[in-house]
């Protein structure tokens, strides 16, 4: 996403608790793109860090036009031991803190911002990054307390969408399905997962982090601009298949 927005010229914020990822992300843009990037590192379920981290945003930008709140943890997920009511508490608030509450507290922060710009006919663009785990369909076990936790991401994205609808603010989400990303320890894991819960894609291959960007572009767009409250399903068809192929 962030390679795509630098595509279309949009001066970038890209934050994460590992510096060293993102300085490659940086890297690689820099290399094809001119823009402004500014690295920042706040863990986003910490509501302090992300209010410092947005002074340091706004002491180098005027504005915030497009927020992506992506950052998410998915829990352990590879035994009954990753079942919700046997999972420890400590996995519960990691997960919660992260996926919720760091949407959240970012939200928060940067809609306070959002609300008093004066772009016309949308002040600013909100975008969750949720995940199918989270929907009726998708509800699973393995990784239980992340599918609760997009489940509040999905229903959080509708409430915002009401609340920040009168400031002109559209709040969107992207719910991929199957994206083989550093999230999954393995393609073997997430076949072993597929195999579990009878899944087979209609559209017979795992999403690629280029189809959330180009969706991430559209909802950006001006195309996308009556658009709100939105849970936008991303996944060759797998929340229609699962159990029924
Ligand atoms: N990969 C998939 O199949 C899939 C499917 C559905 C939804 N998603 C969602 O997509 C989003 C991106 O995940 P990904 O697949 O690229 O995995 P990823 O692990 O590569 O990316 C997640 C990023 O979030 C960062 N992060 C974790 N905790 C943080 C915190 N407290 N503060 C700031 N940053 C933090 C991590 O360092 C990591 O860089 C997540 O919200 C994930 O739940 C992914």
């Not at 290399?31 to 981290?53: G, R």
């Not at 046997?86 to 959002?114: C, H, L, P, Q």
């Not at 195999?195 to 291959?205: D, G, H, M, T, W």
Request: charged share 20%.
């Amino acid at each position: 996403m962030a390679i795509a927005f630098a595509n279309k010229g949009a001066n970038l914020v890209i934050n994460d608790i590992n510096l060293d990822n993102l300085k490659e992300t940086r890297d690689l843009i820099l290399k094809s793109i001119k823009t402004d990037i500014l690295l920042a590192k706040a863990d986003i379920s910490n509501f302090e860090e992300v209010k410092q981290m947005s002074k340091q945003v706004f002491s180098q930008f005027d504005n915030v036009y497009i927020l992506v709140n992506n950052a998410g943890v998915r829990g352990i997920g590879k035994k009954a031991s990753s079942f919700s009511l046997v999972a420890k508490e400590a996995e519960y608030d990691r997960i919660m803190n992260v996926n919720v509450k760091g949407a959240w507290n970012m939200t928060k922060v940067f809609s306070k911002k959002m609300r008093n710009q004066t772009f016309k006919p949308i002040t600013g663009k909100l975008i969750n990054i949720t995940s199918c785990a989270g929907t009726d369909c998708g509800a699973n076990p393995f990784i239980g307390i992340y599918s609760a936790s997009k489940a509040a991401l999905i229903m959080f994205t509708k409430l915002w969408a009401l609340e920040l609808g009168a400031n002109n603010i559209t709040v969107n989400a992207i719910c991929p399905g199957i994206f083989f990303t550093p999230i999954y320890e393995s393609r073997e894991f997430i076949k072993e997962w597929m195999k579990l819960r009878k899944v087979s894609l209609p559209i017979n291959r795992i999403g690629e982090t280029t189809d959330v960007a180009d969706v991430a572009l559209f909802l950006a767009s001006p195309a996308a601009d009556y658009i709100t409250g939105q849970n936008i399903i991303l996944d060759g068809g797998m929340t229609v298949s699962i159990n029924k192929l």
